[in-house]
C-alpha cells in the first residue's frame, strides 16, 4: 500500500500537468486521459486515508465539499445491491418468526456507559446543547437490552431484528468496509426457553442467511463461554484474570501461539506454567468428537465446564437435526471481546474474508473483528503489530494491508444484560428482590463485509443484476416534433397502471439522447411515438432484450389501447 | 390539556395509593385497578411533556431508563404500518424512474451552516472529540445538494428518493408525530430540464403517493416564489425585506391577517400603506382563472411577476395533462420559510390535518410546519401566541392542544443550492466562472403525520392487516410428549422451503401456551403433532380463518410428503 503522502504528491503532480496541458491548448483527448488519470490518484488517495473523494479540505477560504471522516455516501449504483442484501437479510428474519423495531440513533449517554470496556472510547458523543447527554449508538444489542428492560411484560419473548446504523470513533479503512457509520443487521430471541432451543435456532439462521446471500464457502466457529471460564480455572487462572486472559485468547486468529502467551506472562503477569497449561486447550478444535476429548480430562470436574459441555452436547444433537453441523468447528480459542456474553459464543468466516499475512493456529480462515460483531466491539485493531503512524489529525493509521473483510457474522448468548438494565433503574441500594431480567440470544450479519464480498463479484460481471440504479421498465420515446403533451400522457396511462415509466423532461429532445438513458439504465422496453403513431392510436416498442442478442428490432406496432396489457404480460 | 405539574401531582397520589394498599394486603383486584390507574397517569404524563414512559429520572442512584427526549422506540406492532408507508412511497418513487441514495447521519459541520437561517439553533452538533466538527443532518435536501455538488457530472440528471431520518431540537409534541428524530421521505429531480416538466411530475408524484397512501382527501397548496417578489415589488416593500415580509405572509395559514399585518408593520417596519397593498394580493386563491385576475393589475408589468405567472400557466397546461389540477389551490399566501426556493412552492394538507381553533383567512384547512417540510425548516412554533411555559429542563413547553398534524407533504424548486456548494468549494475569492450549479424541483412527504393519522383509522378496526406484529403462517403445535426434535426438523423443512414458521421453544410446551401464541399473532394456519400422526407420516393442520367465522374446525389431515404444496397453494 503506497503511502498517503506519496499519494498526495502524486495527485498534485498530476494535477500541475493538466493544467499545464489545459494552458497549452493541448488535444482534448490527451487532456481527458490525463484528467482520467488525476481522478485514478485521488481515489487511491480516498482509499489510503479512509476519506471520502471530493475537493480536499484546508485549501484557503474554500468549504471542505466532503463527508465526515469514515462516512461515505452511498449512490445509486451501490443501492441496489444494499437492498437486495437487507431484503434478503429480512426475508430470512421473518421466515423465522421475527419482527422488527426501531430505536433512536442517539441514548442517553449512561445507557451506554460500561457496556463495552476499553472500546468506550469509541462513542460518539452529541455535545451539551442544554438538557440531557446523549452518545450515537455503538450497536444495537444494548439499546435492544434497554428496549425490553422498559417493556419487559410486552416483550418478555421476543425475536426482534433490526438492520440500522451504528456508529464507532475507530480508524476507518473505507476500502474494507470498515467506518465510522455502517450497518448492524441483528436477529436475536429473547425469553425464558429450554436450552439450545433459541440457540440452534440463531445458528440455523445464520447458515441460512449466508446461504441466501451467496457469498461461498463458510464456516462457524463456536465455543461456550463457561468451557472457557472452566479452562481458566483447572488451568489455574486467578479469578480476577479471567477477563483479561480470555481477551489475549480471542487474538490466536490474528496472532502465533507464542505471541499470546508473551502477552499472558509478560504484559498480564500470568505463571508460564498456567499458560503452557491454557495454551494444550485452546488450540484444540474440531466437532462433537472434541466433547469426548474433553470429558476425559480434569474439565469433567469442573461444574463449570461440565454445565458447558452439557450445552454443547444438547446443541450439537439440534444443529444435527438442523442439518448444518458440518458448517461448525468447534473451536476453544474463540473466546470473543464483550463481557457480557454468558453462554455459547460464535463467529462465522468465509474463506473469502481471511485477512492476509497472518501465521495463525488455527486452520479455520483467521478473521479481523469489528463492524460484523457488535456482540462484541471491535476488539481487535489488526495494525497491533506495528507501529501505528499518525495522520494528519494525529489519529493513527491502519496499515490497510493486514487487514481483512473479516468475521462476516457473529453473537452469543448473553443472558444478564437486560436485567443489569433492570436492576440500575430500580435503584443501586434497590429493591430486595433482584430483578430478573430476559435472556437473549443473538446475532449480528456485517453486512458491510457482505457488501465488499458480492460488490467485488457483481463489479467483475457485466450482465450483474445490480448494474442498473433503476427499475424503470418504459422509457417513452418522442421520434419527432417533441409531443411532450403526448408523451406525459402516456406516462401517466402507465404510471396509473403501475409501470415504471420515463420519458426526457425536454420539449424537443434528440433522438439519441433519448436513447442514451435507455442503454445506460438497460431499460427493457422503448415505446416511441411519432406524429404518425398519435394520428393512427398506436405505438412502436422496440425490446432492449432482442437487440443484446444481436438480433435485428425493427420495432413491433402495439394499439395504444393494448399498451397497459401487452407490457404487463412481458414485464 | 392537563398541566403537566397536575399530572406528575396526580401521579405521585396514585403511586402512594398503591403503595398503601399493597402495605394493608388489599384484595388483589383493587391493588391491580390501582396499577391500571397509575399506569395511566403515567402515559399522559408522558403525551404531556414529550418525554417517552419509563422510569423517571433523577431518582437517586437510578439509571433513567428511557429514549432521550423527543425520541422514541418503534414497536413492532407500530413497524408494520411504518414498512407499509415506506414501501408505498418506494414504489411510487421507483414507478417515476427514481433511485435511491445514502447519505451520512453526521454532515461536516460547515456543510449545514448557514443553510436553514435561524432554524440553525435547532441542529444538533457531534461534541469535538478531536478531529472534525460534525452535526447531525437537519434535512435530506442539504446531503443531497452536498452529494450533486461533489458528483456534478456522474448525477447531472438524477431523480433521487431518500428515506431517512433527520434531527432537530425542537420542542416535541409527540402525540402529533413532532419530535426531535423522524423520518423524512425525499424525492427530487436534478437537471436541466425545460420548464415546468419536472415539477409537473413531483406534483404527479405527490397526488399518487397521498392517494396510495389513503390518508383521505387533500390539497396541494401552490404558490411561485417569483410572483411573490414581484408582488412585493409592486407593493413597494423594499428589497433588503423581501424575505423577512415573506415569513410574515408564511403565518397567514395560522394566523388572521390582523396579526400578520402588525407584524409586518410594527415589528418589521413596514408602511401600513404597502402592508394593506400586500393585503389585497395574499388573501386571492383559486385556479388558473386567477392567472388572467393578477394579469390585469400592476403585476403584469412586472418583469419577475410575469416570469412566474408564464411559469404557472405552462404549469396548468401539464397539470391538466395529468389530470391532477382539481387537487390544487393556487394560493398567494403561500411563501414557505427558506431563502433556497426560487421557483414553485407547494405544500399539501389533509382535511384530517388542520389544527384546531385557528382563525384563518384561507377556506384552506391550515397547517403546522415542521416535519413534513424539510424544504422549509420548522418555521412556525404554533404556541406563538401564548406566553410559553418552561419545563423542567427550562425549554419551553408546547401546548399540544395547538398543534395539529399539521402539512403532510411539502417543497419547491431550488435551482441555486447545488452551486452555492460548488462555488463556495471552488473558493470565495475563487475561480473566475461561477460554478454553473444544477437546478432542482422536490417533494418530502411528512411520514410522520401520515403514520399518525394511519395509526388511527388503523386502531379503530380491530380486523386492520397491521395488527400483526410479524408474518409467521404456521405455528408447530405439539398435541403431546413434547415432541421438540419431530417439530424441529418439520420446521426446518418449511423454512427450506421459504415458508414462514414457528414453534414453542421448549422440551414440552403446554397445549394451551402454544395457541396463545396463535391466536394473538394471528397466525393462519396450526399444524398440529402428536405421537400418531408422526408415526402415520401426516399432519392435522387447523386453518384460523374458518375459525373466526365459527365454523367448527376438526382440522384436516394432510400427508406430511404434501404438506409443503398444501400450505403453498392456501398462502
Chains 1, 2 share one sequence.
Not at 503522502?5 to 494535477?15: E, I, P, Y
Not at 434497590?430 to 463479484?457: H, Y
Not at 400522457?489 to 423532461?505: C, N, P, R, S, T
Request: proline residues 4%; aromatic residues 6%.
Amino acid at each position: 500500500m503506497a503511502d498517503a503522502d506519496a499519494l498526495r504528491a502524486k495527485m498534485k503532480a498530476s494535477g500541475d500537468h493538466v493544467r499545464t496541458l489545459k494552458s497549452q491548448g493541448a488535444p482534448k483527448e490527451q487532456v481527458e486521459a490525463e484528467v482520467a488519470k488525476l481522478q485514478e490518484a485521488k481515489k487511491e488517495l480516498a482509499e489510503a486515508t479512509g476519506e471520502p473523494l471530493g475537493e480536499e479540505k484546508g485549501k484557503k477560504g474554500r468549504m471542505a465539499l466532503k463527508t465526515a471522516k469514515g462516512t461515505r455516501d452511498w449512490a445509486p449504483s451501490d443501492m441496489a445491491l444494499r437492498e437486495h442484501i437487507f431484503s434478503t437479510l429480512t426475508r430470512v428474519f421473518k421466515k423465522h418468526g421475527g419482527s422488527t423495531i426501531d430505536t433512536p440513533v442517539f441514548e442517553l449517554k449512561e445507557i451506554l456507559a460500561g457496556k463495552y470496556g476499553e472500546d468506550s472510547k469509541l462513542i460518539y458523543d452529541l455535545q451539551d446543547q442544554g438538557g440531557e447527554l446523549c452518545s450515537l449508538r455503538y450497536d444495537l444489542t444494548v439499546p435492544f437490552a434497554r428496549f425490553l428492560a422498559m417493556n419487559p411484560i410486552h416483550y418478555a419473548n421476543i425475536k426482534r431484528y433490526h438492520i440500522a446504523k451504528v456508529y464507532r470513533r475507530d480508524q476507518p479503512v473505507m476500502t474494507k468496509g470498515r467506518m465510522r457509520e455502517f450497518y448492524q443487521c441483528d436477529f436475536d430471541i429473547a425469553g425464558h426457553y429450554d436450552p439450545m432451543v433459541p440457540d440452534a435456532e440463531i445458528l440455523c439462521i445464520v447458515c441460512e442467511a449466508l446461504g441466501e446471500l451467496e457469498i461461498g464457502e463458510f464456516t462457524v466457529k463456536i465455543n461456550h463461554r463457561k468451557i472457557l471460564d472452566g479452562i481458566f480455572a483447572v488451568c489455574g487462572v486467578p479469578t480476577e484474570k479471567t477477563r483479561t486472559i480470555s481477551s489475549a485468547v480471542d487474538k490466536l486468529d490474528k496472532l502465533p501461539w507464542a505471541e499470546v502467551r508473551k502477552e499472558m506472562t509478560e504484559e498480564k503477569g500470568l505463571d508460564h506454567e498456567v499458560a503452557d497449561r491454557i495454551g494444550k486447550y485452546v488450540m484444540l478444535k474440531g466437532g462433537p468428537e472434541l466433547l469426548d476429548r474433553l470429558k476425559k480430562t480434569e474439565l469433567a470436574n469442573n461444574a463449570m465446564a461440565k454445565q458447558g459441555m452439557d450445552d454443547m452436547e444438547l446443541l450439537f444433537t439440534y444443529l444435527d437435526i438442523y442439518g448444518i453441523s458440518d458448517k461448525m468447528s468447534f473451536d476453544l480459542s474463540l473466546a470473543r471481546g464483550l463481557d457480557y456474553y454468558t453462554g455459547i459464543i460464535y463467529e462465522a468466516v468465509t474463506h473469502a474474508s481471511a485477512p492476509p499475512g497472518f501465521t495463525t493456529v488455527p486452520s479455520v480462515p483467521s478473521t479481523e473483528a469489528q463492524p460484523s460483531d457488535h456482540h462484541s466491539g471491535p476488539s481487535a485493531p489488526s495494525s497491533k503489530s506495528k507501529k501505528p503512524k499518525k495522520d494528519a489529525e494525529g489519529e493513527e493509521e491502519v496499515d490497510e494491508a493486514t487487514v481483512g473483510v473479516g468475521s462476516i457474522a457473529a453473537g452469543g448468548r448473553y443472558d444478564e444484560l437486560v436485567g443489569m438494565f433492570m436492576s440500575a433503574a430500580a435503584g443501586a441500594g434497590g429493591s430486595s428482590k433482584k430483578a430478573a431480567g430476559i435472556p437473549c440470544v443473538g446475532i449480528s450479519v456485517g453486512v458491510e463485509r457482505v457488501f465488499s464480498l458480492l460488490n467485488q463479484k457483481a463489479k467483475a460481471d457485466e450482465e450483474s443484476r445490480w448494474g442498473r440504479s433503476k427499475e424503470t421498465d418504459v422509457f417513452i420515446v418522442a421520434v419527432a416534433e417533441g409531443l411532450l403533451a403526448e408523451r406525459m400522457k402516456l406516462a401517466k396511462e402507465l404510471w396509473d397502471a403501475g409501470i415504471k415509466a420515463e420519458f426526457m423532461h425536454k420539449a424537443k429532445p434528440k433522438f439519441r439522447a433519448q436513447f442514451e438513458t435507455i442503454e445506460k439504465e438497460r431499460v427493457p422496453f422503448a415505446v416511441l411515438l411519432g406524429p404518425d403513431e398519435v394520428k393512427q392510436g398506436v405505438v412502436k416498442i422496440k425490446a432492449q432484450k432482442g437487440k443484446e442478442e444481436g438480433k435485428e428490432d425493427e420495432g413491433e406496432i402495439v394499439e395504444r389501447v393494448c399498451l397497459v396489457s401487452w407490457l404487463k404480460e412481458r414485464l
